[in-house]
């Protein structure tokens, strides 16, 4: 079942010259390998509760629909 675990940071930059930084600050880390991906539709739908409980404690549950299935 561990495998089945999605864990993600999203960040908000707004300034495209800091998000240049700090990819170069990642690149300059060894071991580390930049991995351009192309571009895909992923149709997320979310569930909560009518007072969306689960996004004030800080969870989200979704159903994922990909290429590959859901």
């Known amino acids: ?3 089945s675990l ?3 940071l999203r ?3 707004e300034d495209a ?3 240049s930084r700090i990819m170069q600050a990642f ?3 060894e071991g580390f390998e930049a991995t351009p991906v192309s ?5 997320d739908i979310y569930y909560d509760t009518e007072n969306k409980d689960l ?8 159903i994922r629909e990909q290429e590959i299935g859901c």
């Open 27 to 29: 690149s300059s880390l």
């Open 17 to 19: 010259a800091i998000f």
């Open 6 to 8: 999605e864990k993600v």
């Open 39 to 43: 571009r895909k539709t992923i149709n």
């Open 1 to 3: 079942m561990e495998n």
């Open 55 to 62: 996004f004030s404690a800080g969870f989200e549950y979704c």
């Open 11 to 13: 960040l908000k930059i």
